[in-house]
């Protein structure tokens, strides 16, 4: 008996860090994709960071052995790839160009209900008034940070704008990725999702090559570390932790992305958000919050069921976009 708790907590002990080390690189994301963007346009450096990536994966899955997809799971892996590796990283790292890194975490994290929406729409899941309540109040916080950082100019209103449009191809993709995890692994799911990613960004490989022979070593670093730890080891760690823990439990370490990211912006880059900015990115937060309150069972099962117990990958997927 004493064995079994043993192993019990041991097994915790690796998921509480597996899942803090996802969210720890999903955080410096942010960071390197706003100092990144200096020198790389936004879908150059989306076309580095996939390139990367799908190389690293494709190593792994070929040591692995994990094969190729069967034919059911490609027009989902196609579709969730392009929307979610290739149209978010453009969408995101064209609205860090406008809007500080700890705003654009504050704003990307209402993806979450996002995905609850289109669950009851796409898959009849239905609407539950928490999760239109949360909306509700992350919707006012987006116009909050659009208002404060406006400044009675067009460029930092398009960074929220981008953003938000950012969380909805990341929620949409996850949405129809879920079915794709019903024929596939999630390895490969991952894997040639990333890589789909990278053909759509494909048109912006000459302006990668062109920018990357001009940038400073640190910049190219910058894009390597994105390609190989937010985006293939993160999600390899968080599809370990989800698979050996609840969607609930592994919802809320999300919660703790932004926080980080500001922290780590301030130290790295002097990059605050201001005072109504951050009011505005904490209700979005909270909207969240509220979206994802426990209630009845009855009420919570269609919420719950968006991230889908399909898959670890759809979990991960789901909890961040990142």
Request: glycine share 14%; aromatic share 8%.
């Given at each position: ?30 960071i ?24 690293v ?37 064209w ?17 979450p209900?996002?995905?609850a929406?289109?669950g ?13 309540a ?11 940070v ?56 494909a048109?912006?490989?000459g ?13 190219t ?7 190989v ?15 050996r ?16 990211v500001i ?7 002097g990059?605050?958000?201001?005072w109504?900015a ?17 209630g009845?069972v009855?009420e ?11 898959g ?11």
């Amino acid at each position: 008996m004493d064995g079994d708790a043993g192993q019990t907590n041991k097994i915790g002990g690796r998921v509480l860090a597996a899942a803090s080390v996802t969210v720890v690189l999903w955080a410096s994301s942010f960071i390197s994709i706003r100092s990144s963007g200096e020198h790389f346009g936004p879908g150059a450096l989306a076309f580095g960071r996939l390139a990367v990536a799908s190389l690293v994966l494709g190593v792994v899955l070929l040591v692995r052995r994990g094969g190729i997809p069967p034919r059911e799971a490609w027009l989902g892996i196609v579709t969730s790839g392009a929307l979610w590796f290739g149209a978010y990283m453009v969408a995101l790292n064209w609205g860090e160009r406008e809007v500080d890194a700890g705003t654009a975490s504050m704003i990307v994290n209402v993806g979450p209900i996002l995905m609850a929406l289109l669950g009851g729409w796409l898959l009849k899941e239905g609407f539950p008034p928490k999760l239109m309540a949360g909306m509700a109040v992350s919707f006012a916080g987006a116009v909050v940070v659009g208002f404060a950082t406006s400044g009675g100019g067009g460029s930092s209103l398009l960074g929220v704008l981008l953003c938000l449009v950012a969380a909805v191809v990341y929620a949409v993709g996850v949405v129809l990725q879920k079915p794709t995890l019903k024929h596939a692994t999630p390895l490969q799911v991952t894997t040639f999702g990333a890589l789909t990613g990278a053909v759509v960004c494909a048109p912006f490989a000459g302006q990668f090559v062109s920018e990357a022979g001009r940038a400073p070593a640190s910049a190219t670093a910058q894009v390597v570390y994105l390609g190989v730890f937010p985006t293939a080891l993160a999600f390899s760690t968080w599809a370990y932790a989800i698979s050996r823990s609840t969607a609930g439990k592994m919802g809320s370490t999300t919660y703790a992305v932004p926080v980080i990211v500001i922290l780590m912006s301030w130290l790295f880059l002097g990059e605050v958000p201001g005072w109504l900015a951050l009011l505005g990115g904490l209700l979005c937060l909270s909207g969240v919050a509220v979206s994802r309150m426990r209630g009845k069972v009855r009420e919570q099962a269609p919420v719950d069921a968006v991230a889908g117990p399909v898959g670890a990958e759809a979990e991960a997927a789901a909890e961040s976009p990142r």
